[in-house]
């Protein structure tokens, strides 16, 4: 398992197979963090954020919303 908020490696990540990525979001890794850090592989990084997605709570449309700006920014990485 790779943190998100880790510095830079010199790993190669292609492999067949997800990529979890605890430490997105609230514990400070970012969407150019899963860049920096898997580069091509990418695609296949699952980043986790359970505290940065209930945080807008317990307004069912503020979390709707905060999921769905989520969700756009981790679109853009594909």
């Known amino acids: 398992m ?3 908020t880790i510095g830079e490696l010199d ?3 292609q492999f067949n197979g997800p990529i979890l990525a605890p430490g997105f979001g609230e514990q400070g890794g ?3 963090d899963l860049v920096r850090i898997f580069g091509t592989a990418r ?3 699952l980043p986790s ?3 940065g997605m209930v945080r807008p709570g317990p307004d069912v449309h503020r979390l709707r919303d ?6 756009d920014q ?3 990485l594909a």
Request: net charge positive.
């Open 30 to 32: 970012t969407v150019a």
């Open 74 to 76: 981790l679109a853009a």
């Open 11 to 13: 790993h190669d990540y």
């Open 66 to 71: 905060n999921a769905l700006a989520m969700r």
């Open 49 to 51: 954020s359970s505290r």
């Open 43 to 45: 695609g296949q990084v």
């Open 2 to 4: 790779i943190r998100a």
